[in-house]
């Protein structure tokens, strides 16, 4: 059943149009997943949704007696209320009074928020996105609408949102960066490009594979046009009678093609590793405490790091991680124990809050106050080329950065601290406010960084794809280590099941992950998966080098059909051997670097 149709709907700020004329529409029961860059218009698509902000054209329409609650990026709480009154607030029900409110002070429970009767106004803006949250799902409503409800939610808030989500009757309409979380609740994205909408139906996986064959099409089709032009014009070349009609018909289909628009290229977050020369001596944190009102937050801890560490730091909100990153970067002194860096050692800190921005500045100015130009592996870059890589483009540069959005402040900030030239980066919660597409660049951006990386997040699909280690806050300031990324934490803790499932389920999820799990074993290759490993590469060079002698014959046999037919064969034969090989590949040097990894 149709809950609400957008037809026909424009949208645009200044000069910039960010919805043109696009048709959208929400069924009964679909979980929908909107996409996108920063700026491209996602929370907007949500506020023209809900009502909250007018369309400049089209229409948007609902159904009879459906109703709607919104969850806004940044809530905004009236002045003096309680966390409880704030989630009744527009959830009361005089019939049945006693049961919304058992059910508010549950959901406050859930998600980690102080006391029912702590005021609004004393919360951080983690805990005020929470409570908004809390209000939001306890609504009796048709249509949820959630603009990044995972930010300031640990990963077994989380976890427990998703099943939430995936269990709720009505429809939702959502923006996530939470790549983890599309994929487990979302049944449909849409994405928003060019100011336009593309709609893939699936989860984002689905998304993701749907998407490169768009793309190749697209190409194809291009691939194509071009194709055709340069045949059009090399008949022109030859001279015909310029008044016959087959003439005629030629200059027509020509500027037929020329009008025809190329589909434009996806323009990518380019980066390149931006570090400097680091020495022996790393960072050294001997036997660091630190309390706050009697709570001990992190009891007697050493650690010293190695320099091509990348760190994960877990646990519940407020257990303590962004106080051991400041203590880390020398931001906040222990009370106990100390930290000692390396001479060469220089540190970038990526809070959770953007520093200071002067918004009356232009954004070329902001990036050269931190460096003119910045030496990376292709050689020497100015500010300007690094912004461009970012995605800034010229006019951009030139704005001011009052006219960013969130999330191009939060790219902004990022680049200002890469372009210092850091070779140890201590990132507090990167993933909030980037989108998608600067994520997936941000990680392989991690991957080549010669330096140490030391992140706190609550994005599982970040942490698995970034660290190799992690560091989990497991209550009265002891801090546990365990090696590979997030999902590989949650199979080696015993505390995993406590911390994946709140409330009642925590003590059901800890035996039964207790009674899978067996003690510590040593990772080993087989003597086949030894052997098998030595060799892998050279084969695959192989094969790669016969499928270029195929093509080569392919070409050469183009008019001989038979011949043909069974080359094509053999090279889709030998395609094929080496996907499987690759798939191979991938599967021996993952467990290559998990044996190395043991301690």
Same mark, same amino acid.
């Given at each position: 059943?149709?809950?609400?149709? $957008?037809?026909?709907?424009?949208?645009?700020?200044?000069?910039?149009?960010?919805?043109?004329?696009?048709?959208?529409?929400?069924?009964?029961?679909?979980?929908?997943?909107?996409?996108?860059?920063?700026?491209?218009?996602?929370?907007?698509?949500?506020?023209?949704?809900?009502?909250?902000?007018?369309?400049?054209?089209?229409?948007?329409?609902?159904?009879?007696?459906?109703?709607?609650?919104?969850?806004?990026?940044?809530?905004?709480?009236?002045?003096?209320?309680?966390?409880?009154?704030?989630?009744?607030?527009?959830?009361?029900?005089?019939?049945?009074?006693?049961?919304?409110?058992?059910?508010?002070?549950? !959901?406050?429970?859930?998600? %980690?928020?102080?006391?029912?009767?702590?005021?609004?106004?004393?919360?951080?803006?983690?805990?005020?996105?929470?409570?908004?949250?809390?209000?939001?799902?306890?609504?009796?409503?048709?249509?949820?609408?959630?603009?990044?409800?995972?930010?300031?939610?640990?990963?077994?808030?989380?976890?427990?949102?998703?099943?939430?989500?995936?269990?709720?009757?009505?429809?939702?309409? !959502?923006?996530?960066?939470?790549?983890?979380?599309?994929?487990?609740?979302?049944?449909?994205?849409?994405?928003?490009?060019?100011?336009?909408?593309?709609?893939?139906?699936?989860?984002?996986?689905?998304?993701?594979?749907?998407?490169?064959?768009?793309?190749?099409?697209?190409?194809?089709?291009?691939?194509?046009?071009?194709?055709?032009?340069?045949?059009?014009?090399?008949?022109?070349?030859?001279?015909?009678?310029?008044?016959?009609?087959?003439?005629?018909?030629?200059?027509?289909?020509?500027?037929?093609?020329?009008?025809?628009?190329?589909?434009?290229?996806?323009?990518?977050?380019?980066?390149?590793?931006?570090?400097?020369? $680091?020495?022996?001596?790393?960072?050294?944190?001997?036997?660091?405490?630190?309390?706050?009102?009697?709570?001990?937050?992190?009891?007697?801890?050493?650690?010293?790091?190695?320099?091509?560490?990348?760190?994960?730091?877990?646990?519940?909100?407020?257990?303590?991680?962004?106080?051991?990153?400041?203590?880390?970067?020398?931001?906040?002194?222990?009370?106990?124990?100390?930290?000692?860096?390396?001479?060469?050692?220089?540190?970038?800190?990526?809070?959770?809050?953007?520093?200071?921005?002067?918004?009356?500045?232009?954004?070329?100015?902001?990036?050269?106050?931190?460096?003119?130009?910045?030496?990376?592996?292709?050689?020497?870059?100015?500010?300007?080329? !690094?912004?461009?890589?970012?995605?800034?483009?010229?006019?951009?540069?030139?704005?001011?950065?009052?006219?960013?959005?969130?999330?191009?402040?939060?790219?902004?900030?990022?680049?200002?601290?890469? $372009?210092?030239?850091?070779?140890?980066?201590?990132?507090?919660?990167?993933?909030?406010?980037?989108?998608?597409?600067?994520?997936?660049?941000?990680?392989?951006?991690?991957?080549?960084?010669? %330096?140490?990386?030391?992140?706190?997040?609550?994005?599982?699909?970040?942490?698995?794809?970034?660290?190799?280690?992690?560091?989990?806050?497991?209550?009265?300031?002891?801090?546990?280590?365990?090696?590979?990324?997030?999902?590989?934490?949650?199979?080696?803790?015993?505390?995993?099941?406590?911390?994946?499932?709140?409330?009642?389920?925590?003590?059901?999820?800890?035996?039964?992950?207790?009674?899978?799990?067996?003690?510590?074993?040593?990772?080993?290759?087989?003597?086949?998966?030894?052997?098998?490993?030595?060799?892998?590469?050279?084969?695959?060079?192989?094969?790669?080098?016969?499928?270029?002698?195929?093509?080569?014959?392919?070409?050469?046999?183009?008019?001989?059909?038979?011949?043909?037919?069974?080359?094509?064969?053999?090279?889709?034969?030998?395609?094929?051997?080496?996907?499987? $090989?690759?798939?191979?590949?991938?599967?021996?040097?993952?467990?290559?670097?998990?044996?190395?990894?043991?301690?």
């Amino acid at each position: 059943m149709n809950l609400l149709t $957008m037809e026909g709907v424009t949208k645009s700020y200044t000069d910039k149009i960010l919805l043109d004329k696009v048709d959208f529409a929400v069924n009964d029961h679909e979980k929908i997943g909107i996409v996108g860059v920063n700026g491209a218009g996602k929370s907007t698509l949500l506020k023209v949704v809900s009502g909250l902000e007018a369309a400049d054209g089209g229409s948007v329409s609902s159904g009879k007696n459906v109703k709607l609650r919104y969850l806004p990026q940044t809530p905004v709480f009236d002045g003096g209320a309680t966390i409880l009154e704030a989630v009744l607030k527009d959830n009361a029900d005089k019939s049945n009074e006693w049961t919304i409110e058992s059910e508010a002070r549950a !959901m406050i429970n859930r998600l %980690g928020l102080p006391s029912y009767d702590t005021k609004v106004d004393t919360l951080s803006g983690g805990q005020k996105k929470r409570v908004a949250l809390a209000g939001a799902l306890l609504a009796p409503v048709e249509i949820l609408v959630l603009d990044e409800p995972t930010n300031h939610l640990d990963g077994a808030m989380a976890e427990w949102l998703e099943q939430y989500l995936i269990r709720f009757k009505g429809a939702i309409v !959502m923006v996530t960066h939470d790549r983890y979380f599309l994929d487990r609740v979302a049944t449909r994205i849409v994405e928003i490009e060019r100011a336009r909408l593309y709609n893939y139906p699936g989860n984002y996986s689905e998304y993701v594979s749907l998407k490169m064959q768009r793309q190749s099409m697209e190409n194809a089709a291009e691939r194509k046009r071009q194709s055709l032009l340069r045949t059009e014009l090399k008949w022109l070349a030859r001279g015909a009678r310029a008044r016959s009609t087959k003439q005629k018909a030629h200059i027509q289909r020509i500027e037929t093609l020329k009008e025809q628009s190329a589909p434009e290229q996806e323009k990518q977050v380019a980066m390149s590793s931006v570090s400097s020369r $680091m020495g022996k001596k790393t960072i050294e944190v001997s036997h660091i405490a630190k309390s706050y009102g009697g709570r001990t937050v992190i009891e007697d801890y050493s650690y010293i790091f190695l320099r091509d560490d990348r760190i994960g730091i877990v646990g519940e909100n407020g257990c303590g991680k962004s106080t051991l990153l400041k203590i880390i970067t020398g931001n906040l002194a222990p009370d106990s124990g100390f930290v000692d860096m390396g001479e060469t050692i220089r540190v970038g800190y990526f809070s959770q809050e953007n520093e200071y921005m002067d918004d009356s500045k232009r954004v070329i100015d902001y990036v050269k106050e931190a460096g003119e130009y910045v030496t990376i592996p292709e050689g020497t870059v100015s500010a300007s080329q !690094m912004l461009e890589r970012f995605l800034f483009d010229g006019a951009l540069q030139w704005s001011r950065i009052e006219k960013l959005s969130g999330g191009e402040k939060r790219r902004l900030y990022l680049l200002r601290i890469l $372009m210092e030239a850091p070779n140890v980066l201590v990132l507090d919660e990167p993933t909030n406010d980037l989108d998608i597409q600067t994520l997936n660049v941000l990680e392989d951006y991690l991957d080549r960084f010669d %330096g140490i990386v030391i992140t706190v997040s609550h994005d599982r699909y970040f942490l698995d794809r970034i660290v190799n280690r992690i560091f989990a806050f497991e209550g009265e300031g002891r801090i546990a280590q365990y090696e590979g990324g997030y999902s590989d934490y949650l199979l080696k803790s015993a505390d995993a099941g406590e911390a994946a499932a709140p409330g009642p389920e925590r003590e059901k999820k800890a035996k039964e992950e207790r009674s899978w799990k067996s003690g510590p074993k040593k990772l080993r290759f087989t003597y086949k998966e030894q052997r098998e490993f030595e060799v892998i590469d050279e084969k695959i060079a192989e094969l790669e080098e016969n499928i270029g002698e195929l093509e080569e014959r392919i070409t050469l046999n183009a008019t001989n059909s038979a011949a043909l037919n069974e080359l094509m064969k053999e090279k889709e034969e030998a395609e094929q051997k080496l996907e499987d $090989m690759v798939e191979r590949w991938v599967y021996l040097n993952d467990l290559n670097d998990r044996i190395n990894s043991q301690s």
